[in-house]
């Protein structure tokens, strides 16, 4: 998709649907003993909480398809606006030894990533926060020539020294904060900038110090919701006018939403991912009961390792976190089956956001795409690989006007 009116159409129809449907999307499930549009929709509310496990699980992992929600929403139409293509050209599999130090997903991703870099004649490639500096080495190979690699902690840029010299690579890592003002003295019109899954603020930078020199860009975007506005700001006004229009505000929780689904973990890790869900929610009926507040209370996040080995230390522990003193003789099995019924619950009421997951994803990337052809780039968007490398496949590909 390259053309600037079909990004501006799609922009504009995407940022009406998301803003028409905000009291449905934007409440997040576990917050409320009710949605807050349950009274307006109980039909879709009993729709959604009769799904049994298998219908519940296929709508999770394909929310367009054969979804009961179209019933009253536009799902046809939401999986039309998310249709994007796959970037030409596919890739072909690369020599074993280039992968030698990197994690075997992280490879199959750079693979993937490497032939969608176009690099024309006379352009140099440059890595924007690097990391280790792994896509930079194959760029080098599959270029040759001299890559930069900016990341700024100081221990990544030295791996990345050493494993680049220890492969006779010419990849220079520099020690760089790509926020700092004096980072865009590294882009130049001779500049193709690449990033693999550089966060939001990161590569909002990106974007616009390369929209500044000139640079051509190759980026897949990540976790549009690490940003230090607390209030998303658009990047293009193909995507601010009908935000005003509409009237369709977004907040970084909601900009979380864009980036939730992940590669399905192992098992073990969803059955503990679930328990803790349940204690969770088991805990929070309990402290509205203690507080007299009907309100969720948010409780840190604990690394499953750490997370206690019943139900009620799990609640010590939170009460603990929060200050609240537990009252004896506390009926814990009623409390964690509570706990489990409403983690049910909320599991069904989530597959109403999950539709909603794809089409804000793609719009921030539309919104991004727009930025870049007001720049006068031309700019295409599409995927460059499978979801089940990584939901993270959008690519956006920006050549300045004259290259
Ligand atoms: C999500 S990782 C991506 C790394 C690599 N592109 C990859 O795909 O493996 C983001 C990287 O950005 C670096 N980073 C974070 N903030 C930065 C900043 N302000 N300036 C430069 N690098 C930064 C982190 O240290 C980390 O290596």
Redesign the pocket.
């Known amino acids: 998709m390259s053309d600037s009116p079909s990004l501006a159409r799609r922009l504009a129809r995407l940022t009406e649907l998301l803003a028409r449907h905000q009291p449905l999307w934007r409440p997040e499930p576990f917050q409320h003993l009710v949605p807050p549009w349950a009274e307006a929709f109980p039909d879709l509310q009993a729709a959604l909480l009769a799904l049994g496990e298998e219908r519940l699980a296929r709508l999770q992992a394909e929310p367009f398809v054969d979804s009961p929600l179209a019933e009253w929403l536009p799902v046809a139409e939401l999986e039309a606006l998310c249709a994007l293509p796959e970037l030409a050209p596919r890739p072909e599999p690369l020599p074993e030894a280039w992968a030698q130090h990197v994690g075997g997903r992280?490879w199959r991703q750079i693979e993937a990533f490497l032939p969608r870099v176009r690099l024309a004649p006379g352009q140099a490639a440059l890595?924007w926060?690097?990391?280790k500096g792994?896509?930079a080495r194959t760029l080098a190979r599959r270029h040759g020539g001299e890559v930069l690699a900016?990341?700024?902690?100081p221990a990544?840029c030295a791996a990345g020294e050493a494993l680049a010299q220890a492969q006779g690579l010419a990849v220079r890592p520099v020690r760089?904060?790509?926020?700092a003002p004096e980072a865009a003295r590294w882009l130049t019109r001779a500049t193709h900038a690449c990033?693999?899954?550089?966060?939001g603020d990161?590569h909002r930078r990106l974007l616009e110090a390369a929209a500044t020199a000139g640079s051509a860009v190759t980026l897949a975007p990540?976790c549009y919701q690490r940003t230090a506005a607390a209030e998303y700001r658009p990047l293009s006004r193909a995507a601010g006018v009908p935000m005003a229009e509409h009237g369709l505000a977004l907040s970084r929780d909601d900009l979380a939403l864009a980036v939730q689904e992940t590669v399905t973990a192992p098992r073990g890790v969803r059955r503990q991912r679930r328990r803790a869900g349940a204690w969770r929610l088991g805990f929070d009926r309990l402290q509205r009961e203690l507080r007299g507040v009907d309100a969720y209370l948010p409780v840190p996040s604990l690394a499953y390792g750490r997370m206690p080995g019943c139900f009620a230390g799990f609640c010590r522990w939170a009460a603990a976190q929060k200050g609240l003193s537990l009252p004896a003789g506390l009926d814990w099995a009623a409390l964690e089956a509570e706990g489990w019924r409403r983690q049910a619950e909320v599991a069904r009421l989530e597959a109403l956001r999950h539709l909603f997951r794809r089409p804000l994803e793609v719009w921030l990337a539309l919104d991004r795409a727009a930025f870049l052809a007001e720049a006068g780039y031309a700019v295409e968007l599409g995927t460059f690989c499978p979801r089940e490398l990584t939901p993270r496949n959008l690519l956006i590909r920006g050549r300045p006007a004259s290259c």
């Open positions: 992280k890595e926060c690097a990391g792994h896509l900016l990341e700024w902690d990544l760089q904060d790509v926020m990033a693999l899954h550089a966060c990161l990540c």
